[in-house]
């Protein structure tokens, strides 16, 4: 069994300029650079399966068996029955996530059904894990991505837009979940401008590695998230808004204001600098970067440094600039330190190691020092030209460093142990030598993924350090107090700490506030002398739409929706993008809705910890144990994030993907019954676990299930896809022992990567559609004849799906041949079976996206993995229209719509090809419009929105 060759890649920036969407006023400047949780869940039931507790803690055993799968049950007669639906969750995508098993220090409070286990021992999300499973998904057949592939893929993109459009850019004066859905057309399969509404959440947050705060305006910040991009707020965090929300997104790691020349501004790009490499290994598990970008105006528009376009610049971890000579740059890297004298038009590399931190003396351009993933610090005394390392630092990884401003020839070192905690060491020779300071064990902290330290630069003896919580000392970090409390977010700061930075006008006595970020977001502490626990702390997560999805569900009933998050757990939409709600722990996964009934609701922890709650959303327990469990959850014997769904069909039968694929039909039952109904590969046996703390070092089986669905209409046909690329098909799923038969192998031959997403045609249950991962040409193929023979449909020309991972396919169940897919680079609609492809330049855009689904049967949802949740109105306004009429009289001609539309939305009325003009709808669903002066003869009057829907009227 090898170790995973561990990298991923995800959506990042073309390197062209990019328009900000709310472009900050005024030349921002800053001093502050920065370096690279728990939510309050609703009360949980008892139930069969560990119920999942307050404190996002997850059932850390692993229930595996090594026998062969046991007989299936029968199909109760209830489940026979195939009652056409519209398609629910069933055919839902491959899925990313992250775990780590380690042991936590300290708190006594309990698992419920293991008194033994301490929940605290175990850590609210798996950053590393996640990014696993991400690598292994978009491996090519021979095991890698090709270089550049993700740009690529973007440009392709931008082509099509240009191509088809006419416009490679949404106007600038959008802002983040606007939505105006009857000022343009309605585009390809209804995905036109303004087709798509923003729903949130507004209050989650995500992982935040880089905050900058204007120095003279301080009311002006800026964050940067690691796969949603750059944030700006005017209001101090009161609002964010994206810095151009629906151009390609950036794997934001780090940012620095030039201090001397304010519309200068760097940010660079990829987090895999800040997650461990095996031996071995050439590539990192996490977001991919593309160099570093600079903007020359404030931050309203970027551009990629050519310079850092290589793959030496994949991920960057800091930049720092001389107090001296603006042009004379550092910057950390996963290959090392380099060197510009020429503001980042070219460099040298100084140092040939992965390092993570780098920062100059505060007033010494000659001096500087350096922090390594190796338990090594360095220090420079000619401004970075050569390195030498400092001596006294033991037992550690990754090394975060600090000047003291008060003190500069004393410099802090925090230090990720081998023991996975925190200690602080300190120089008082300006970081040449370090002597340890912290008593202990230390802290909390995971590997070199969460390490953040910060000096009061009033008083060289305060200094706070982060890791899975806050921690402040007096005594330069001989002894601290914890100031945070991770299962208390948003009372207190969210778990993961990334980064701290100072108000600008920080002095120690009128300014004591201070600002956080971690996987949560962003929070500040008004007083960093006196927060602590839940005191003091206020989240800012406002409109801060980050959050990075897996899956999600929605009844269209009542309109909620539920979504499961890295690093945020399982949450609830009902109607307000400011006031999600978490309602599962841990790291949220995939969802399902009943369709009947709203108070059912499924949500899930990884490696198929399925929950279900009865009364809408308020309380869940698990449905995975009892007296026949479904065998293979909680271990290697299933991905980390696997697919699972209801059938279509049947609101009482559920599926679960595993080594088998599992099957309950009584899921609503207080013990549901699990059957395994597909053995497991013979060639991949079921593997051990693995040694205590690396679970997140292994890649998940190739011969585990990825995907399935089965057809809306027939519960007998179930379709099946494997991790390596297997395709099954069985059509007699109802009896006890189905028969599975491969067609993958069909010719032409089906490719050989992971399985992302299955569609059946509701009304020809032969027809199928199968989409792939990859960075590939060929992700998208269609059979006519139940896998017999396969055709690809991915386009041709300007027309063609980029070569980027296809996560989703659906089927618009009443229209057929329109497909819609969700990719690596956003949203793509096929109105002509896969012949040609469009896509448009709003909505979720070029974010990654983990799935697409319906809410009823104009809804389309796109569950982004760094941008929220979005849904897109496909009919638009023209399935909304009752009735049109027309008539002329005295010369003039009067138009008038009745429609279900919402009040003040709007139609443009033409008369005879005219330009139109535009009339609200009224409390009533009605708009009207009077045409004057018309001449005699027959005039045609025409909806703009709706080009088909046009009437006559004879003028005498």
């Given at each position: 069994m090898r170790l995973l060759t561990m990298f991923v890649v995800t959506s990042v920036g073309l390197a062209v300029g990019w328009q900000a969407l709310r472009a900050p006023v005024g030349p921002p400047r800053s001093h502050t650079s920065s370096p690279c949780a728990a939510d309050s869940v609703a009360t949980v039931d008892t139930g069969v399966d560990p119920p999942v507790a307050m404190d996002k803690a997850v059932d850390p055993s692993v229930a595996t068996d090594a026998g062969a799968a046991p007989p299936a049950a029968p199909m109760p007669a209830d489940a026979a029955a195939a009652a056409a639906r519209k398609p629910a969750n069933t055919a839902a995508t491959d899925a990313d996530h992250q775990g780590d098993g380690r042991a936590r220090a300290s708190r006594v409070k309990r698992l419920p059904w293991n008194p033994d286990v301490r929940i605290e021992d175990y850590r609210p999300e798996h950053p590393v894990e996640w990014a696993v499973t991400r690598s292994q998904q978009r491996l090519s057949e021979?095991?890698?991505?090709?270089?550049?592939?993700?740009?690529?893929?973007?440009?392709?993109?931008?082509?099509?837009?240009?191509?088809?459009?006419?416009?490679?850019?949404?106007?600038?004066?959008?802002?983040?979940?606007?939505?105006?859905?009857?000022?343009?057309?309605?585009?390809?399969?209804?995905?036109?401008?303004?087709?798509?509404?923003?729903?949130?959440?507004?209050?989650?947050?995500?992982?935040?590695?880089?905050?900058?705060?204007?120095?003279?305006?301080?009311?002006?910040?800026?964050?940067?998230?690691?796969s949603g991009g750059l944030w700006f707020s005017e209001n101090a965090g009161g609002r964010w808004d994206p810095v151009d929300d629906f151009l390609p997104n950036l794997a934001i790691t780090c940012m620095v204001m030039d201090p001397r020349k304010s519309k200068v501004m760097y940010a660079g790009t990829g987090e895999g600098v800040f997650f461990l490499v095996n031996d071995?290994?050439?590539n990192t598990a996490a977001m991919r970067g593309a160099g570093i970008f600079r903007s020359t105006d404030g931050g309203k528009t970027w551009a990629q440094l050519e310079s850092t376009a290589g793959p030496e610049w994949h991920a960057v971890a800091r930049i720092a600039i001389s107090p001296r000579k603006r042009k004379t740059i550092l910057a950390a890297n996963s290959t090392g330190i380099y060197r510009s004298t020429d503001g980042g038009s070219s460099w040298t590399r100084t140092f040939d190691q992965r390092t993570l931190d780098v920062d100059f003396h505060p007033t010494d351009g000659n001096l500087a020092v350096a922090g390594r993933a190796d338990n090594v610090a360095m220090y420079s005394t000619d401004g970075g030209v050569t390195w030498t390392n400092a001596t006294g630092i033991t037992g550690g990884t990754r090394v975060e460093l600090a000047y003291a401003p008060t003190n500069p020839d004393w410099v802090y070192a925090c230090v990720s142990g081998t023991n996975q905690t925190l200690r602080v060491w300190r120089s008082t020779d300006g970081g040449r030598t370090?002597?340890?300071?912290?008593?202990?064990?230390?802290?909390?902290?995971?590997?070199?993924?969460?390490?953040?330290?910060?000096?009061?630069?009033?008083?060289?003896?305060?200094?706070?350090?982060g890791g899975l919580d806050l921690h402040r000392s007096t005594n330069g970090g001989v002894?601290?107090?914890?100031?945070?409390?991770?299962?208390?977010?948003?009372?207190?700061?969210?778990?993961?700490?990334?980064?701290?930075?100072?108000?600008?006008?920080?002095?120690?006595?009128?300014?004591?506030?201070?600002?956080?970020?971690?996987?949560g977001g962003i929070y500040r502490a008004d007083n960093v002398y006196t927060v602590q626990g839940t005191n003091g702390w206020q989240e800012l997560n406002n409109n801060l739409g980050i959050t990075q999805f897996y899956g999600a569900a929605a009844n269209a009933d009542s309109g909620v929706v539920i979504a499961g998050a890295q690093d945020n757990g399982t949450q609830l939409f009902t109607g307000d993008t400011e006031a999600w709600r978490a309602v599962i722990g841990g790291d949220g996964t995939y969802c399902a809705a009943d369709p009947t009934d709203p108070n059912y609701l499924y949500g899930s922890t990884q490696r198929l910890n399925i929950l279900r709650s009865t009364n809408g959303g308020n309380s869940f327990s698990g449905i995975t144990g009892g007296p026949n469990?479904?065998?293979?959850?909680?271990?290697?014997?299933?991905?980390?994030?696997?697919?699972?769904?209801?059938?279509?069909?049947?609101?009482?039968?559920?599926?679960?993907?595993?080594?088998?694929?599992?099957?309950?039909?009584?899921?609503?039952?207080?013990?549901?019954?699990?059957?395994?109904?597909?053995?497991?590969?013979?060639?991949?046996?079921?593997?051990?676990?693995?040694?205590?703390?690396?679970?997140?070092?292994?890649?998940?089986?190739?011969c585990n299930i990825s995907t399935f669905a089965v057809a809306d209409g027939d519960s007998n046909v179930i379709w099946v896809g494997h991790n390596r690329g297997d395709l099954y098909v069985t059509r007699n799923a109802l009896e006890q022992n189905p028969v599975w038969t491969r067609v993958d192998t069909n010719e032409p031959r089906l490719p050989k990567r992971w399985v992302a997403s299955i569609a059946i045609d509701p009304y020809h249950h032969d027809r199928v559609y199968v989409a792939y991962m990859g960075y590939e040409e060929d992700n998208v193929w269609r059979t006519e004849d139940g896998g017999q023979s396969w055709q690809l449909i991915v386009g041709e020309g300007e027309s063609r799906l980029p070569a980027a991972p296809v996560t989703s396919i659906l089927i618009y169940p009443t229209a057929?041949?329109?497909?819609?897919?969700?990719?690596?680079?956003?949203?793509?609609?096929?109105?002509?079976?896969?012949?040609?492809?469009?896509?448009?330049?709003?909505?979720?855009?070029?974010?990654?996206?983990?799935?697409?689904?319906?809410?009823?049967?104009?809804?389309?949802?796109?569950?982004?993995?760094?941008?929220?949740?979005?849904?897109?109105?496909?009919?638009?306004?023209?399935?909304?229209?009752?009735?049109?009429?027309?008539?002329?009289?005295?010369?003039?001609?009067?138009?008038?719509?009745?429609?279900?539309?919402?009040?003040?939305?709007?139609?443009?009325?033409?008369?005879?090809?005219?330009?139109?003009?535009?009339?609200?709808?009224?409390e009533n669903g009605v708009a009207k419009i009077t045409f004057r002066n018309v001449a005699p003869g027959t005039h045609t009057v025409c909806i703009d929105e709706c080009p088909a829907l046009c009437r006559k009227a004879e003028c005498e």
């Open positions: 021979n095991g890698d991505i090709p270089y550049g592939a993700l740009m690529n893929a973007l440009r392709q993109r931008e082509a099509m837009i240009e191509a088809q459009h006419g416009v490679a850019r949404r106007s600038a004066a959008r802002t983040n979940g606007a939505s105006h859905r009857t000022s343009a057309s309605a585009g390809v399969g209804g995905l036109g401008r303004y087709a798509w509404t923003w729903l949130g959440p507004g209050n989650v947050g995500g992982r935040i590695r880089s905050i900058v705060i204007h120095p003279d305006e301080p009311n002006r910040m800026w964050v940067g998230s690691v071995g290994s050439s370090y002597s340890l300071r912290t008593s202990g064990n230390g802290f909390s902290t995971l590997a070199i993924y969460d390490n953040a330290l910060w000096v009061d630069p009033t008083n060289a003896e305060l200094i706070v350090i002894s601290f107090t914890t100031i945070s409390q991770w299962n208390q977010a948003p009372r207190s700061a969210h778990a993961d700490q990334h980064v701290i930075v100072q108000h600008p006008d920080f002095d120690g006595v009128n300014n004591t506030t201070v600002y956080f970020g971690n996987d469990p479904l065998a293979d959850r909680g271990g290697l014997d299933t991905n980390f994030i696997p697919v699972w769904g209801l059938d279509p069909n049947n609101e009482n039968v559920m599926y679960a993907t595993a080594a088998r694929l599992w099957r309950t039909t009584n899921v609503k039952n207080a013990q549901p019954n699990w059957f395994a109904i597909k053995p497991a590969l013979n060639d991949c046996p079921i593997r051990p676990g693995p040694p205590p703390g690396q679970d997140h070092y292994l890649d998940n089986n190739p057929p041949g329109h497909l819609y897919v969700g990719t690596d680079v956003g949203v793509f609609a096929s109105v002509d079976d896969g012949a040609s492809w469009s896509t448009s330049n709003d909505g979720p855009s070029s974010v990654g996206v983990d799935q697409l689904l319906w809410k009823g049967g104009c809804g389309l949802l796109a569950v982004t993995h760094g941008r929220g949740v979005f849904e897109a109105d496909i009919c638009g306004p023209c399935g909304r229209i009752d009735e049109m009429s027309v008539r002329c009289k005295r010369s003039r001609v009067t138009a008038k719509v009745s429609s279900q539309l919402p009040q003040y939305d709007e139609l443009t009325f033409s008369l005879d090809a005219q330009p139109g003009q535009r009339r609200s709808i009224d």
